[in-house]
């Protein structure tokens, strides 16, 4: 789970953006003072820190200083001042983001989302997770290259594989035999359309619970086949 820190000292703000961000699935802290904050801030490990720039002890200008220059941990700073937020802007103190308060607790939580993803993109590829495709009770992980139908595993050769996660990854979507063919065959390919038949019917044994009445594969008559969500 997500974790935030909040350094706020007015505590009612301090409870609803806590609220809104836990209702919203991040596990929060709050910091009352600057000097807890700042503490909390260098020593733990956040994915986010929400800072309000006017605080007793160490004010956020310094805060925002001295985090950054140890974390890369995305910083949104609160200012109930619109010339503060300019001010900060101006001084470059490596915040991602700015607020000025009053603002919707709405806001807050997409903003915070926004800088979470940005910051796990650039972050993120050592930990990259597997690309899953779930459709019902299929399963397909794209990166292991592995598929599972209801729970058990199942083995697909290679072009069944890719002729099935090409489906799933465009549903409802219909196409011809022809364009599958192109699609998923390269040019020296032996073989014909009847070859992408043959691939369907191959799939639908693994997947369809009855192959006569799909509920993944549809075929639709003189065009192609799609895959239905
Ligand atoms: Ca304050």
Not at 13 to 18: C, T
Not at 43 to 58: C, R, S
Not at 172 to 187: A, G, P, Q
Not at 216 to 227: K, N, Q
Request: net charge negative; with cysteine.
């Amino acid at each position: 789970m997500s974790r935030i820190l909040i350094i706020e000292d007015e505590g009612a703000i301090a409870e609803l953006e806590k609220d809104y961000l836990e209702l919203s699935g991040f596990e929060v802290e709050v910091a009352n003072d600057g000097e807890i904050g700042l503490k909390k801030g260098l020593t733990e490990d956040y994915d986010l820190v929400i800072l309000d720039l006017m605080l007793p002890g160490v004010d956020g200008f310094e805060i925002c200083r001295q985090v950054r220059a140890e974390k890369n941990t995305p910083i949104i700073m609160v200012s109930a001042k619109k010339d503060d937020i300019d001010k900060i802007r101006g001084l470059g103190l490596g915040a991602d983001d700015y607020m000025t308060k009053p603002f919707s607790p709405s806001e807050l939580v997409a903003r915070v989302k926004a800088h979470m993803a940005r910051y796990e993109r650039l972050v993120g590829s050592a930990v990259e997770e597997n690309k899953v495709i779930e459709i019902r009770g299929l399963k397909i992980d794209t990166t292991a290259r592995r598929v599972w139908i209801n729970g058990q595993e199942k083995a697909f050769t290679t072009k069944e594989f890719d002729l099935l996660t090409f489906l799933a990854a465009h549903p409802n979507h219909v196409y011809t035999k022809d364009e599958l063919f192109s699609e998923i065959w390269d040019m020296e390919s032996i073989g014909d359309i009847a070859t992408v038949t043959v691939h369907i019917k191959k799939i639908r044994e693994k997947i369809e619970f009855d192959t006569s009445k799909p509920q993944y594969i549809e075929t639709i008559w003189g065009v192609g086949y799609r895959f239905k969500v």
